[in-house]
Every structure is written in structure tokens, then in C-alpha cells.
């Protein structure tokens, strides 16, 4: 089926007594969905577990519905998101028919992926197109510190504090304890805990105020008072304070009629490269909306969207490590997804009636270093998931009864989990009969996988030697 629909998420308000809470695009199964709760007046959003707190009905390929235990209270708002895992699931066997169906449910799966990286991207910062050499990545964290370009506004960086040549006295911020115990006349300090100003009227003396600024043109000031509030009066750039009766003007005081919109740059591209400048929010956000990296603060996991330029490429890192690339055909690897693949070239003697384990000693490849190739012959997760297993072994030429068979088997941790397509002999004969098996189990941490061969010949009967017939492969999909 085709994916036309571009969301992949849909949030709700809560009511109170809504339980039920229908989604519109498709999704495979019900763990691709993420339930979440978000508290409207702390910001903190809260991911809910599935068929405990809620459970999910699928509609075909029309979407579903949401189906809350608990209705969420007005205090809430539920978001619901498709997260799919960016894993490539399907697995094409050389030789076999096109298959169209399990073709086109991959090709969905990578559009919904890309619909959902593009959800998380549209969210990001970006620089300006035309920006180059800029440095995006975030300082540290430091307590009370807040972000600003450096001197050639190359980079960020933390600041504690704004110094204006325009304004010629310091306005600051940080814990009140913390705040200047000599400050000069004009000076400002913003008490991030208490949430109080204080402003130096006279050398060395601090005169508290309440943080409480209000805005607008000057003949709109409020005509009741409430002492202790401030008015920036937009067109006049005065500031006013509220004494309890009346309006007081404090600009001259503060210097606030030198600090307008001269000191505001709002060129998206920066290019004054000042000191003395602020740039306006929307021109910091023009200045970083091209900028195309996502990177942690070591700079070693990374989401970048053209890696070079005009690469047209989406390149994921993890520690360094390359672990996914879209290429500019819409083709995706996963480099360090987990699979391997083996075979056997020698005979193996296989009892009659005897499940016996048969040992794929030469290793073509390992991802995941998953696969024991020398001792037990078994492949082993080192991560849950869903995993396809492809298995193939033909038996050495023999006399074969009327009716008697060759068969190969999927073991999950000791247990005879898939029986593989049985080869018979229709009659009396001298030949080889092989057998194949391909399907996909749910895999946990540590579970481990083997291919077991049986027959009813009525003697010990060989594995060819053609490595060609005899593999045995597995690889994650989800």
C-alpha cells in the first residue's frame, strides 16, 4: 500500500473522561507506536507503557485507536507518535520470484522513517543557507549561564552576563546569593531563583524590586497600580515603575532610553560580526536553520544531513561509528545492523532417526561477532528483536527407500521451534534430497539459534560437500 499520509503523530487535550483516541496513519504493528503524556503546566512529558497503561487497535492500514485505562484530566494532553526502529527487515533471496508484497511494506517502512526523521528535524535549529564554517554545537552546560556568539561569531558559547557600549553600566543574572556585593550606579542584576531585580541606584547599594515587566506604548500604561511592577513603554523606550500610585519614569536612572532597537541585529546572516550587538531571535533563527547537524557534546554520535556538501546524503553515527546512511536513491544502510552467514564444505556423518546438529564451520561474515563457527555452531543475540533465519542443507547421494526423508530444523535455545520443507523420496532411489527453511522468530538477549537435520534413511547418511547447498544465515529486522 502506498503511504500518502505525511503525519505520523497526533496529540490530544485531555478531558477528563475521553478514553478512546483514533490515529490516522498506518502503522505495522502496536509497539510502533509511542504514548505519551504531557503536563501542560511543567512541560514534562511522561511515556506510557502498553497494555498497561493503554492499548492500541489496528484499523487495517486506516490508522487505529488509542485506548486509555485512565482518561487523561484537562491537566494533560496525550501525544501519540509512530517511532518505527531504523532497521532494514527485508531480506532478498537471490534467484527467488520478486516478492512485491514484503518489497512494498519495506519501501513503506523506510518512507514512514523518513517522515518521522523529518518530524524531529523540522523541530531542530538551522543556520542560514548561506552560512559556512559555523560551529553548532552546544557548550557544556553551565548552571545560569545562557548562550551567545562569540567575538567573530563563529561559534556559541556560554555568558554570564551582557556588557553594552550602549548601555554603560552591567546588567547580569544569577543565584541571588551570588549577585555583586560593590555594584555601580546603573547597574542591573536579575535574581534567577528568587526572581527579583535589583538595580543600583546609588555606588555599592542594591534597591530590590519584584519581577513583574509589563509592555506596550506609553499612553496604554495600566491606569490601576499594583507597587513594584515595571512598564516598558515601546515607542517612547521608557521604563516606568510602579510606586503604588502612579507611574514613575526610571529611565534616566537606568540608561534604559540608550538600549532601543539600534542594539538588535536582525541580519540572518550576522555579518556585522560585532561586540557590541545583540542578534534578534529571528535572526538567530534564520542564521542556524541551514545548519544540518545534530551532534551530543563529544561530538562522537551525530545526525548529519549532508555530510559534505551537496551530498545529499543522511549520515547517523553512534561513538564514531557509521551505523546508518540514506543515500541521495533512497536506498538506506545499516552498517552495524546485526546478521551473519555461514556454510559447510566437508561431510558431516547424520545418524538415522537422530536430530543432530549440523556444524556450518566456514563463516562468511559476522556483524555482531553473534555466530560460534568452532564449538557449538549456534548463533547467539546480543540484542532482542525480530530476526530472519534462512537455513539450507543437502544430503550426500544415497540410496534412498520409497518414501523416506531428509528434513532441517530450527532450534531457539535447545527446542524445535520451525521444521524446514521435508524432502521425500517418491520412490526407490540413488539420489540427494535437500532441504530448506525460512521464516522469522522474536529473539531476546542471549536466546540462541542452530540448524538440527534428521531422516529415517535407515543408515548414517553424509552432507554433500557443495557449500553452494549447505548455508545458514540470520539477520535483525526489527
Not at 560551529?135 to 548552571?143: C, G, H, K, V
Not at 556450518?360 to 549456534?378: G, K
Not at 534412498?400 to 527446542?415: E, M, T
Request: a negative charge; proline letters at 3%.
Amino acid at each position: 500500500m502506498s503511504i500518502s499520509n505525511t503525519t505520523n503523530k497526533v496529540i490530544y487535550q485531555g478531558d477528563g473522561s475521553t478514553k478512546q483516541f483514533p490515529f490516522s496513519f498506518r502503522i505495522f504493528d502496536e509497539t510502533d507506536l509511542v504514548v505519551s503524556l504531557y503536563e501542560i503546566a511543567t512541560g514534562i512529558e511522561t511515556e506510557l507503557t502498553l497494555n498497561s497503561d493503554y492499548t492500541v487497535t489496528i484499523n487495517g492500514n486506516n490508522g487505529g485507536t488509542v485506548i486509555m485505562v485512565t482518561a487523561p484530566s484537562s491537566s494533560y494532553k496525550l501525544i501519540i507518535k509512530r517511532i518505527l526502529p531504523l532497521t532494514q527487515e527485508t531480506d532478498y533471496v537471490e534467484g527467488d520470484p520478486f516478492p512485491a508484497e514484503s518489497h512494498e511494506r519495506a519501501l513503506d517502512k523506510l518512507t514512514m522513517i523518513t517522515q518521522q526523521l523529518n518530524e524531529q528535524l523540522d523541530r531542530t535549529v538551522k543556520v542560514d543557507i548561506t552560512q559556512t564554517n559555523i560551529e553548532t554545537t552546544l557548550p557544556i552546560p553551565d548552571a545560569l549561564k545562557f548562550l551567545r556568539w562569540n567575538s567573530d561569531a563563529s561559534k556559541l558559547e556560554n555568558a554570564s552576563g551582557i556588557t553594552s557600549t550602549e548601555y554603560p553600566s552591567t546588567i547580569s543574572l544569577g543565584l541571588d546569593a551570588n549577585k555583586p556585593t560593590n555594584p555601580a550606579q546603573g547597574d542591573i542584576y536579575i535574581a534567577t531563583d528568587s526572581q527579583k531585580v535589583y538595580v543600583c541606584h546609588s555606588t555599592g547599594t542594591w534597591t530590590e524590586y519584584k519581577v513583574n515587566i509589563l509592555s506596550g506604548t506609553d499612553a496604554n500604561k495600566p491606569t490601576t497600580y499594583k507597587q513594584d511592577r515595571f512598564y516598558w513603554a515601546t515607542d517612547t523606550k521608557k521604563l516606568y515603575w510602579d510606586n503604588g500610585s502612579s507611574w514613575t519614569d526610571i529611565s534616566a536612572q537606568l540608561n534604559v532610553d540608550k538600549v532601543d532597537g539600534a542594539d538588535l541585529d536582525t541580519d540572518g546572516t550576522l555579518s556585522a560580526n560585532s561586540d557590541s550587538k545583540i542578534p534578534s531571535q529571528k535572526a538567530v533563527k534564520t542564521y542556524v536553520d541551514e545548519k544540518t547537524s545534530i551532534k551530543d557534546t563529544d561530538a562522537d554520535t551525530s545526525l548529519d544531513v549532508e555530510e559534505t556538501s551537496d551530498a545529499d546524503t543522511i549520515v547517523g553515527k553512534v561513538a564514531g561509528v557509521e551505523c546508518l546512511r540514506f543515500h541521495n536513491n533512497g536506498i538506506m544502510d545499516l552498517a552495524k545492523q546485526s546478521g551473519f552467514s555461514a556454510k559447510r564444505s566437508t561431510l558431516q556423518s547424520i545418524p538415522n532417526d537422530t536430530y543432530t546438529k549440523v556444524q556450518y564451520n566456514i563463516e562468511e561474515y559476522d556483524i555482531q561477532n553473534e555466530y560460534d563457527n568452532s564449538t557449538n555452531f549456534r548463533w547467539t543475540a546480543t540484542k532482542s528483536g525480530r530476526y530472519a533465519i534462512s537455513a539450507s542443507l543437502l544430503s550426500g547421494e544415497s540410496s534412498w527407500p520409497a518414501g523416506k526423508y531428509w528434513q532441517i530444523v530450527v532450534y531457539k535455545n535447545g527446542v524445535n521451534v520451525k521444521k524446514g520443507i521435508r524432502a521425500v523420496a517418491d520412490a526407490s532411489i540413488t539420489t540427494y534430497l535437500h532441504s530448506i527453511v525460512s521464516c522469522d522468530l522474536e529473539v531476546a538477549e542471549n536466546d540462541y539459534i542452530e540448524i538440527y537435520v534428521n531422516h529415517n534413511r535407515g543408515d548414517t547418511t553424509n552432507i554433500h560437500t557443495d557449500a553452494t547447498f549447505n548455508y545458514f544465515s540470520i539477520h535483525k529486522i526489527s
